[in-house]
């Protein structure tokens, strides 16, 4: 009994790779049996038939009771809950609501909501917020991703993400990439398959993903918006009307006029805007001098007109420069903060992240868990 009770204590700590939460919490954990010479016989749920990460949680489960003193083997049994199984999975992960909801428009939530816009396509936006969301996550924060620009899809190849999310009935389960949860219509798509689809789909499938995906209780959740002012833009506004804006350009002057009109758009939806991102600032050449390749200033300058604009601080947050391996990273689906430590292009990228990440998160007008006795 006193190794049974060592070994269901060493599987608490096997997180479930896709839920990031202890089996033992999530009812996967059906039965312990110690059988003669210290052979520990596990037997797990698996969520649904043919989990892609079953390998994972039997390795997991394999090393852990495996370390304890006094277990010769182990063997790990895998199973599938039933319909009454994942019914008690789905209204514990919705903390008890017991129905599908938008988890970021309740009272309670405190995650903060970047949309991430620009004004034209080819400006870096979804590398800037692919950085930004790995760099949190280094920082022990929970983070997520949602790829909201459905025609120009790119996050899973930026995140190295190959795998299909995991559907528990309606309930879907993001994949998991450098800490952070990830979703995209790309995963849902065969190949480089285009998306095709009208204002009313496109708003259909954001709100899929904030209602169906599971992302738990999220620090930051960042949205890679489509350029410009269109659908998606419109729908963020209405879904996440507490979200904030984070505008990123390019120094040349001609792509900071046209940003300006994605950060404008929140003195018709109401959003805020928090700051302003420049990319591609510059060329930093093997003897120190810098190539200003798109020129100077835009970002200060989009910067200045907002807060004009809005009435309101929008503050330049940083000025990226130009690297090669910011590419490179990319193209292997391994983001720069990751890959190149040492590089400027990730030291600023990360100097952001941290600044967005000190914000405070404001109570204002929240309900708190006190009563009066």
């Known amino acids: 009994m ?9 599987l608490a700590a096997v997180i479930d790779p896709e839920l990031r939460r202890p089996i033992t919490e999530l009812g996967m954990v059906e039965s312990i049996v110690v059988g003669a010479n210290g052979v520990v016989e596990v037997g797990v749920l698996l969520t649904i038939q043919g989990c892609p990460l079953r390998e994972t949680i039997t390795a997991d489960v394999e090393h852990s009771v495996g370390a304890l003193d006094g277990v010769g083997a182990v063997e790990v049994q ?33 995650t903060r909501v970047y949309a991430v816009a620009s004004g034209k396509g080819g400006v870096g936006k979804s590398s800037v917020t692919v950085n930004l969301a790995t760099a949190m996550a280094a920082e022990g924060l929970r983070v997520g991703i949602v790829d909201a620009d459905v025609y120009g899809f790119s996050v899973p190849a930026l995140m190295g993400i190959t795998q299909a999310p995991t559907r528990v009935d309606e309930m879907i389960l993001p994949p998991v990439a450098f800490g952070v949860k990830v979703i995209s219509i790309g995963m849902f798509v065969k190949t480089n398959q285009p998306v095709a689809w009208r204002g009313p789909m496109l708003h259909r499938a954001l709100e ?28 963020v506004a209405q879904l996440l009307p507490h979200s904030e804006l984070l505008v990123v350009t390019t120094p040349q002057s001609a792509a900071a006029d046209v940003a300006e009109r994605a950060g404008a758009m929140a003195v018709q939806t109401g959003q805020r805007v928090v700051g302003v991102v420049e990319n591609m600032s ?15 200033g835009g970002g200060q ?19 990226v420069p130009v690297d090669v391996a910011l590419r490179q990273g990319g193209d292997a689906g391994t983001p720069l903060v990751l890959s190149n430590s040492t590089s400027p292009a990730a030291e600023e990228l990360r100097s952001i992240a941290r600044g967005l990440a000190r914000r405070p998160r404001g109570l204002d007008g929240r309900k708190l868990p006190v009563s009066v006795r």
């Open 282 to 296: 510059w060329l930093e050449l093997p003897d120190g001098e810098r190539l200003e390749l798109f020129g100077a």
């Open 2 to 10: 006193i190794l049974e009770e060592r070994v269901r204590a060493a």
């Open 78 to 110: 895998l199973g599938v809950m039933n319909e009454q199984q994942r019914n008690a999975l789905k209204n514990l992960l919705r903390g008890g609501a017991g129905q599908r909801g938008n988890p970021f428009t309740t009272e309670d939530s405190l």
């Open 208 to 235: 899929q993903f904030l209602t169906d995906v599971y992302f738990g209780d999220l620090d930051a959740l960042f949205l890679d918006l489509p350029p410009g002012t269109g659908d998606i833009a419109i729908s």
């Open 301 to 319: 300058i989009l910067a200045e007109r907002l807060t004009h604009t809005l009435g309101t601080s929008v503050p330049l947050l940083g000025s």
